[in-house]
């Protein structure tokens, strides 16, 4: 077992299955050393999380529903009581209407347009504001966004509007909480075989262009992203905060690629 989270509490929000990347990153945590606590959405959800949190030795394994201000109400109540102090924060969740990202950026509805933006990126905040009076040793806050945030990506539509809204509220979040010792960064991790990538049309054309382009001429393995999580909530990142660190490969440097 590693040392860099040593003694450090970390809240993992969004893994769904042993293929999520938050899973990953929770895997990585216990592998250096971090206490875990995780949390699932509804009923629906609480079994399976609850038997990788087992498998993960997680502390505690709570309900919340980041839409719903009185779930993160009684998820910050619930660590105030039983882990007082909150070193770590990973949110890795995202939301979008299916036939929202099957049509035309042009044609989003309003409400799938609103859903994308309170689920993928105000949750941040909602998220930020409701646990960081238990960072009281300062710490580190991660989210997970995409390229498609600043460039266009076939398909992603509304979701990319709303990783860019995620990437500036990192950025403003970092503004507010630096002060208080709390780091907010963004992990941009290059498209991963998950079960919400599958709700992406034709995501596997997406994959092999990136494996073909991208630098390192192969795919993202989720360990990778897992292992910049880490270094993030270590002490080592002590000096990086407002950042968003590309783990894809080297994909984002690519411009045109000709056969």
Not at 16 to 38: D, H, P, Q, T
Not at 76 to 89: E, I, T
């Amino acid at each position: 077992m590693g040392e860099l989270l040593r003694g450090k509490t970390a809240l993992v929000l969004g893994v769904a299955n042993k293929w999520s990347i938050a899973y990953a990153i929770s895997s990585a945590f216990v592998r250096e050393g971090a206490s875990l606590v995780l949390t699932y959405q509804g009923e629906r959800q609480r079994e399976t999380v609850e038997e990788l949190g087992a498998e993960l030795k997680a502390s505690e394994v709570l309900n919340c529903d980041v839409t719903r201000s009185g779930d993160l109400d009684t998820l910050a109540a619930s660590l105030n009581q039983s882990s007082p102090v909150l070193d770590a924060v990973v949110h890795s969740i995202a939301f979008a209407n299916k036939e929202d990202l099957s049509h035309p950026f042009i044609e989003t509805s309003r409400e799938g347009y609103l859903l994308a933006q309170e689920v993928s990126a105000y949750s941040l905040v909602a998220v930020s504001r409701a646990v960081t009076p238990l960072m009281k040793r300062g710490g580190s806050i991660t989210t997970l966004t995409y390229l498609g945030s600043t460039r266009v990506v076939q398909n992603y539509n509304v979701m990319g509007v709303a990783k860019a809204a995620l990437e500036a509220s990192v950025r403003y979040l970092a503004s507010d909480l630096g002060s208080a010792g709390i780091r907010v960064n963004a992990i941009s991790a290059g498209p991963i075989k998950t079960a919400s990538a599958r709700g992406i049309k034709d995501f596997s054309k997406v994959l092999d262009a990136v494996s073909s382009l991208a630098p390192l001429r192969r795919s993202t393995d989720p360990a990778e992203v897992a292992d910049a999580a880490v270094f993030l909530a270590s002490d080592l990142a002590r000096g990086v905060t407002g950042n968003t660190v590309f783990v894809d490969a080297g994909f984002q440097i690519v411009g045109l690629g000709l056969s």
